[in-house]
């Protein structure tokens, strides 16, 4: 038998860089070991930078146009040979961050002829501990990640459910509440619900702060006020942390405390949720013949065995892939605010798993989005369970007895036992409705409003509140 472990290319051993890949990929630009890797090169090029251009350290040289826009390259230039080269550092330092610091000072020495960089080693990474580093690249890379590929899809999901409310604003459907019929609403209005929860949590996501810090071993700058006591070293910090584009923590132990990281994990993790209560709405509409599924839109030929089948595998995916997506990111949220005293290591293999955390939300939304893109509004049959449950209308009956009663007009005592006694277990005729109207000795006008009223037509302002999504 073959041993899969030893096939080239290597065999993925989780579905988001396997069966997946191609809805996961996108994320590997920011959330993956390599795009870690040049994020941490990129700091340790603009801490280099920063030093040299605010002249921090007496004697070290001024770097000219070209020594920077050399340096940037390295980091823009990162790929594949750069990769291989980094293991191959790391194997020798077993240490990943110590590894980038090599692999940089290997590139000041390959700068062209007459370039000051070769004599700046020391500058790499000085006054650095590795989490000054770290924290500064997951900054950036969680940020990018979540801002260049999760909000656009998380966005879209809203957009298409936006466009669905409004499509349907009108369409009149029985309501269930504990599963049994209830007053009626619109099938739009239902899905503005969960659009405007969704579009709540996508805009929690969007005011993210993403805190950085660079202080050293403790957090104290000890190093830096020994070493150069004449710089402003808080200044100097947070400059280069605002400079990156992030907000400064000025308060740290030798991390940064991750408290922004599970704020953000929490609110993705509660998009996830909302989600997956859309799939799961959407999966019994279709059950109850709502929706209508278009096989080609769907991607799916169905059940291997039983050939009149459409299966709502797309919100099935959705909802699996959520679950595992809100249990990483409750599991990050609850490890990364605990570090034991001033550091502890539990949060290095933790964030390593943050890419995968991603990468199972967004392949829920994707398989959410080609769901909904391959339905079809049955109104016929939204109709159907309407004209079948007359009993609905015992709710604005009652009510309207009640309002009449305060308004002065008699006989409309115990109208609650009154519609119980006619509705509760009970299928109601339209005639049997409209006989129980007609005895009550209702005001004319409020009678006439009753006897006009369907199912259908209870749906009270369902289809203009769908315009709050705008």
Request: net charge negative.
């Given at each position: 038998?073959?041993?899969?472990?030893?096939?080239n290319?290597p065999i993925a051993?989780?579905?988001?860089?396997?069966?997946?890949?191609a809805?996961?990929?996108?994320?590997?630009?920011h959330?993956?070991?390599?795009?870690?890797?040049?994020?941490?090169?990129?700091?340790?090029?603009?801490?280099?930078i920063?030093?040299?251009?605010?002249r921090?350290?007496?004697?070290?040289?001024?770097?000219?146009?070209?020594?920077?826009?050399?340096?940037?390259?390295?980091?823009?230039?990162?790929g594949?040979?750069?990769?291989a080269?980094?293991?191959?550092?790391?194997?020798?330092t077993?240490?990943?961050?110590?590894?980038?610091?090599?692999?940089?000072?290997r590139?000041?020495?390959?700068?062209?002829?007459?370039s000051?960089?070769?004599?700046?080693?020391?500058?790499?990474?000085i006054?650095?501990?590795?989490?000054d580093?770290?924290?500064?690249?997951?900054?950036?890379?969680?940020?990018?990640a979540?801002?260049?590929?999760?909000l656009p899809?998380a966005?879209?999901?809203v957009e298409?459910?936006?466009?669905?409310?409004r499509?349907?604003?009108d369409?009149?459907?029985?309501?269930?509440?504990?599963?049994?019929a209830?007053?009626?609403?619109t099938?739009g209005?239902?899905?503005a619900v969960l659009?405007?929860r969704?579009s709540?949590?996508?805009a929690?996501?969007?005011?993210?702060?993403?805190?950085?810090?660079?202080?050293?071993?403790?957090?104290?700058?000890?190093?830096?006020?020994v070493?150069?006591?004449?710089?402003d070293?808080?200044?100097?910090a947070?400059?280069f942390?605002?400079?990156?584009?992030?907000?400064?923590?000025?308060?740290?132990?030798?991390?940064?405390?991750?408290?922004?990281?599970?704020?953000?994990?929490?609110?993705?993790?509660r998009f996830?949720?909302?989600?997956?209560?859309?799939?799961?709405?959407?999966?019994?509409?279709?059950?109850?013949?709502?929706?209508h599924?278009r096989l080609a839109?769907?991607?799916?030929?169905?059940?291997?065995?039983?050939?009149?089948?459409?299966?709502?595998?797309?919100?099935e995916n959705g909802?699996?892939?959520?679950?595992?997506s809100c249990?990483?990111?409750?599991?990050?949220?609850?490890?990364?605010?605990?570090?034991?005293?001033?550091?502890?290591l539990?949060?290095?293999?933790t964030?390593?798993?943050?890419?995968?955390?991603?990468?199972?939300s967004?392949?829920?939304?994707?398989n959410i989005?080609?769901?909904?893109?391959?339905?079809?509004?049955?109104?016929?049959?939204l109709?159907e369970?309407?004209?079948?449950?007359?009993?609905?209308?015992g709710?604005?009956?009652?009510q309207?007895?009640r309002?009449?009663?305060v308004?002065?007009?008699?006989?409309?005592?115990?109208?609650?036992?009154?519609?119980?006694?006619l509705?509760?277990g009970k299928?109601v005729?339209?005639?049997?409705?409209?006989?129980?109207?007609?005895?009550?000795?209702m005001?004319?006008?409020?009678?006439?409003?009753?006897l006009a009223l369907?199912?259908?037509?209870?749906t009270g302002?369902?289809?203009?509140?769908?315009?709050?999504l705008d």
């Open positions: 038998m073959v041993d899969l472990s030893t096939v290319p051993l989780g579905p988001l860089d396997g069966r997946y890949r809805v996961a990929a996108p994320l590997a630009n959330l993956s070991e390599a795009a870690l890797n040049r994020a941490r090169l990129r700091v340790e090029v603009e801490w280099l920063h030093l040299t251009d605010n921090v350290l007496p004697g070290a040289p001024v770097l000219t146009q070209e020594d920077k826009t050399y340096l940037r390259d390295v980091v823009d230039g990162f594949a040979e750069d990769i080269e980094l293991a191959e550092i790391e194997a020798v077993r240490h990943d961050v110590k590894a980038v610091e090599y692999l940089l000072k590139r000041l020495d390959a700068a062209p002829a007459g000051v960089l070769p004599t700046v080693h020391e500058i790499v990474h006054f650095c501990t590795s989490e580093v770290n924290n500064l690249s997951y900054a950036l890379t969680v940020r990018d979540v801002e260049q590929v999760w899809a966005r879209g999901l298409d459910l936006t466009a669905l409310a499509d349907n604003s369409a009149a459907m029985l309501s269930r509440t504990h599963g049994q209830a007053t009626p609403s099938l209005k239902e899905m659009a405007w969704l709540r949590q996508v929690r996501v969007e005011r993210t702060e993403y805190l950085g810090k660079i202080n050293g071993a403790t957090g104290t700058y000890g190093a830096h006020v070493s150069v006591p004449g710089a070293w808080e200044r100097v947070r400059g942390v605002e400079g990156l584009g992030l907000t400064w923590n000025p308060l740290t132990t030798q991390i940064e405390s991750h408290d922004w990281q599970a704020e953000l994990y929490s609110d993705v993790a996830n949720r909302v989600a997956h209560n859309l799939a799961t709405d959407v999966w019994t509409y279709i059950s109850l013949g709502y929706f599924q839109a769907q991607g799916s030929t169905g059940s291997s065995t039983m050939p009149h089948k459409v299966n709502p595998i797309r919100f909802e699996a892939n959520l679950e595992i249990a990483l990111l409750d599991t990050l949220a609850a490890t990364l605010v605990t570090s034991r005293l001033q550091r502890d539990t949060d290095s293999t964030q390593r798993n943050i890419g995968v955390a991603f990468g199972h967004l392949l829920a939304l994707d989005r080609h769901g909904l893109a391959g339905l079809d509004v049955d109104r016929a049959r109709l369970d309407l004209d079948a449950t007359w009993e609905v209308l709710e604005p009956v009652q309207a007895m309002a009449a009663s308004a002065g007009a008699t006989g409309m005592a115990d109208p609650y036992e009154r519609l119980k006694e509705t509760r299928k005729t339209p005639e049997a409705m409209r006989s129980f109207i007609s005895g009550l000795g005001p004319a006008d409020v009678e006439e409003r009753l369907t199912p259908a037509t209870y302002l369902a289809e203009q509140l769908v315009a709050h």
